[in-house]
T-cell receptor
Framework: DSGVTQTPKHLITATGQRVTLRCSPRSGDLSVYWYQQSLDQGLQFLIQYYNGEERAKGNILERFSAQQFPDLHSELNLSSLELGDSALYFC??????????????FGEGSWLTVV | KNEVEQSPQNLTAQEGEFITINCSYS?????LHWLQQHPGGGIVSLFM???GKKKHGRLIATINIQEKHSSLHITASHPRDSAVYIC??????????????FGKGTKLSVKP
């Protein structure tokens, strides 16, 4: 158990809908990262938050947004969903604001299927 | 060309064999991570390396910064080692500290 909790574990929704994925980092970790894993693209970095503020941005679509709340949990919002958004979405956390030099802890992932 | 290349893509071994998975990268990095992804999907961080060698149980990871290459070795492999092993690098320039670039993974199957 990494200590990172993601909900829901599985989600099936229709095209055009909006979903919210939730992540609770390990106790004491200030950084939260979101990653997308799809069959064709593999794992890709989406966005990082550190102590409530956006820290780094990767290949995140404009239809996607995220935030980190004062209690450090984070939510990834996916809107106007398309079939191609079907993927496994991982949240990860680490203590520091820089991923280098720090072990990163992954949640179990949220499986999103868009039909 | 991908910035992080892994080989082999697939690997089948007999229980007890010594296994090596390779990772080459073409960018400047501050650290390299080896991850393990089990069939259920969960990812576990195995090692984080910026130089030299690390060992944990039957797993050994090495990195050669000059050659931009890392290897993950598994000694006395066991069927429970069957998983996808992913190499990922964190870049060393400003603004990118949150970004991991991932290899496509090596699928390892260890037969009893």
């Amino acid at each position: 158990d990494s200590g990172v909790t993601q909900t829901p574990k599985h989600l099936i929704t229709a095209t055009g809908q909006r979903v919210t994925l939730r992540c609770s980092p390990r106790s004491g970790d200030l950084s939260v990262y979101w990653y997308q894993q799809s069959l064709d693209q593999g794992l890709q970095f989406l966005i990082q938050y550190y102590n409530g503020e956006e820290r780094a941005k990767g290949n995140i679509l404009e239809r996607f947004s995220a935030q980190q709340f004062p209690d450090l949990h984070s939510e990834l919002n996916l809107s106007s969903l398309e079939l191609g958004d079907s993927a496994l979405y991982f949240c990860a956390s680490s203590v520091e604001r820089q991923i280098s030099g720090n072990t990163i802890y992954f949640g179990e992932g949220s499986w999103l299927t868009v039909v | 060309k991908n910035e992080v290349e892994q080989s082999p893509q697939n690997l089948t071994a007999q229980e007890g064999e010594f296994i090596t998975i390779n990772c080459s990268y073409s960018v400047g990095i501050s650290a390299l991570h080896w991850l393990q992804q089990h069939p259920g999907g969960g990812i576990v961080s195995l090692f984080m390396l910026s130089s030299g060698k690390k060992k944990h149980g039957r797993l050994i990871a090495t990195i050669n910064i000059q050659e931009k290459h890392s290897s993950l070795h598994i000694t006395a492999s066991h069927p429970r080692d069957s998983a996808v092993y992913i190499c990922a690098v964190s870049l060393n320039y400003g603004g990118s500290q949150g970004n991991l670039i991932f290899g496509k993974g090596t699928k390892l199957s260890v037969k009893p």
